[in-house]
């Protein structure tokens, strides 16, 4: 049971770059969410997946696609990546209980 | 607009002291709050959480308050220990979507 696996753990991209985030869970969460952090800005979601084929926008989407054609999978896509998207992105997954289990994170730097 | 504030970047405690890491809201519609841990270089862990039907909620030696009236919510920790030094994020939702809002972190340091 490998809980939210998040690729790649590193990436650096060159402005106008495009890349996709991955994110994977094993445990059949619904509820799917992405989130950077800043510092001194705490987590802010970028969107987010209530199950297969629906997603929503969430505080900061601006530059981010997502699709959720799968419970297991919910990509992040940067089509044109900007300096501001410097940051650490995380995936979550939602249980039943109330809690996220997040990933370990993706650290993403924009040259 | 925030709607999760935590205004304290930064708390120091002594070791075996009680920690009080404070969370206040402005959406009356959040109903379910969460206190989530973080070290560095690792994506945030679930510490506790609370329904808004409850204003206390306990688990070892983590509670965590609800004042709805204040729209304020409190995690205490005690015995404050050395692997309580992280970051501690405070999140809310309910608020009529899906959403989970968390508050910018308090950077919590246990002194020996």
């Known amino acids: 049971n490998a809980g939210v696996t998040q690729t790649p753990k590193f990436q650096v991209l060159k402005t106008g770059q495009s890349m996709t985030l991955q994110c994977a869970q094993d445990?059949?969460?619904?509820?799917m969410s992405w989130y950077r952090q800043d510092p001194g800005m705490g987590l802010r979601l970028i969107h987010y997946?209530?199950?297969?084929?629906?997603?929503d926008q969430g505080e900061v989407p601006n530059g981010y696609n997502v699709s959720r054609s799968t419970t297991e999978d919910f990509p992040l896509r940067l089509l044109s990546a900007a300096p501001s998207q410097t940051s650490v992105y995380f995936c979550?997954?939602?249980?039943?209980?109330?809690?996220?289990?997040f990933g370990s994170g993706t650290r993403l730097t924009v040259v | 607009d925030q709607q999760v504030k935590q205004n304290s970047p930064s708390l120091s405690v002594q070791e075996g002291r009680i920690s009080i890491l404070n969370c206040d809201y402005t959406?009356?519609?959040?109903?379910?709050f969460l206190w989530y841990k973080k070290y560095p270089a690792e994506g945030p862990t679930f510490l506790i959480s609370i329904s808004s039907i409850k204003d206390k909620n306990e688990d070892g030696r983590f509670t965590v308050f609800l004042n709805k009236s204040a729209k304020h919510l409190s995690l205490h920790i005690v015995p404050s220990q050395p692997g309580d030094s992280a970051v501690y994020f405070c999140a809310a939702t309910g608020a009529g979507d899906d959403k989970i809002i968390f508050g910018k972190g308090t950077r919590l340091h246990i002194l020996p």
């Open positions: 997946s209530v199950g297969a084929g629906i997603t």
């Open positions: 979550a997954s939602l249980d039943g209980g109330g809690g996220y289990t």
């Open positions: 959406n009356s519609m959040f109903d379910y």
């Open positions: 445990m059949n969460h619904e509820y």
